[in-house]
């Protein structure tokens, strides 16, 4: 029989049976996240229908889709499995046995959905925020704005180790984690790729595995980590002659990554990557919405805030901040969704397009409105 995709939600600890039902149908679980408005669910399982699903896919997530135009990345089994050791000795040195860890973001993301994985292999035994052996947990897997508020809140007493991705780990909270005890390990990663690289406290190093190289500006990998695809329309991954991309750009000196951001403008948020060319497109659908451009504002914790500058159709009503939110949280997932809100002219380019880097240096110098 064909194996089809089937999107599940429901809260996380119902998931990690039903997750194992699914595969062992030989079916591939893909996990929704509970937040999404209807528009998105209906997309998504569009999408999952659509098929067809190629041999060997065991695992699919979502990535960088609005609600109206969802992305499935596929991967194999084997693709997750042969880090599991890799893993399972950074957490907790291969000796201990009935680990409990942390899993503070959504199901649905790829962060979350790998440890669910891997604790179906006789990886550690997921818990999550509110549950009854939250506060048990020695180990952790999350993003640094996830580790932050669980050592602000006190929440995880007996935390060991963290496992950090999603988004770049300043040194403060390194510090901050490693004052109470708790070994760090930060990494790159995408969804598309895995893991790409580790730092243990001496900067971003390939994780084992793993190769990689710099051509022109751009991080290529040869990884035996990497997704089969994407199930509907292409996304950033490029491949060629074994090697694979997502756009990250990137310079490396004695074998130390620096990370340089998307080649493509995508905006890094919390454990999420967002396209902003996805976000305008939903944006320009909006009553009283003539243009837009999406763009990220730095802030620690997150890595960056999604905004958007909007041009008013003049023959409508101008919308305000509050409506502006309001349409958007029907639209976009809560990652997409921009937090800060900018009015007025577009700049342009010669050819017409929207300027993003004037919009930038725009709102840098505050010569545009923010609406409140």
Do not use: C, N
Not at 85 to 90: E, G, H, M, P, R
Not at 266 to 281: K, R
Not at 282 to 288: D, E, I, K, S
Request: without cysteine; hydrophobic residues 45%.
């Amino acid at each position: 029989m064909t194996p089809r995709i089937v999107v599940l939600r429901g809260s996380p600890d119902e998931l990690v049976d039903r997750i194992q039902a699914v595969r062992g149908r030989r079916d591939v679980p893909l996990v929704g996240d509970d937040r999404w408005p209807a528009a998105q669910w209906s997309a998504v399982r569009d999408l999952a229908d659509a098929g067809p699903v190629p041999d060997g896919a065991a695992w699919a997530a979502l990535t960088s889709g609005t609600s109206g135009a969802p992305r499935i990345v596929l991967r194999t089994d084997a693709s997750w499995e042969r880090s599991f050791a890799v893993v399972s000795k950074l957490l907790t040195d291969g000796t201990a046995v009935d680990e409990l860890i942390m899993l503070p973001a959504p199901p649905s993301s790829s962060l979350t959905l790998f440890s669910l994985a891997h604790a179906l292999s006789g990886g550690p035994r997921p818990v999550f925020p509110g549950g009854r052996e939250a506060t048990e947990a020695t180990l952790f897997h999350g993003t640094p704005q996830a580790l932050r508020t669980m050592l602000e809140a006190r929440a995880l007493p007996r935390l060991r180790t963290a496992l950090v991705g999603g988004s770049r780990l300043d040194a403060g909270l390194r510090a901050d984690a490693e004052s109470l005890g708790i070994r760090v390990v930060s990494y790159y990663g995408a969804a598309e790729l895995s893991f790409v690289a580790l730092d243990e406290g001496s900067g971003l190093r390939a994780f084992p595995g793993v190769e990689t190289a710099v051509r022109d500006g751009e991080l290529w990998v040869r990884s035996p980590y990497t997704a089969l695809g994407y199930l509907g329309r292409s996304g950033p991954l490029r491949t060629g002659g074994g090697w694979a991309t997502v756009g990250d750009l990137a310079t490396v000196d004695g074998g130390v990554l620096t990370l340089r951001g998307r080649g493509d403008e995508a905006i890094l948020t919390a454990s999420a990557t967002v396209v902003p060319d996805e976000v305008e497109a939903g944006l320009r659908t909006l009553p009283g919405v003539a243009d837009a451009v999406v763009f990220g504002i730095p802030r620690r914790r997150v890595g960056a805030l999604v905004a958007a500058m909007v041009e008013v159709d003049a023959h409508t009503p101008p919308p305000t901040a509050g409506s502006l939110r309001s349409m958007a949280a029907t639209r976009f997932t809560p990652a997409h969704r921009p937090r800060v809100w900018f009015t007025g002219q577009l700049p342009r380019t010669a050819s017409g397009k929207p300027a993003r880097a004037e919009v930038r240096r725009l709102v840098a110098t505050g010569e545009v409105v923010r609406l409140a």
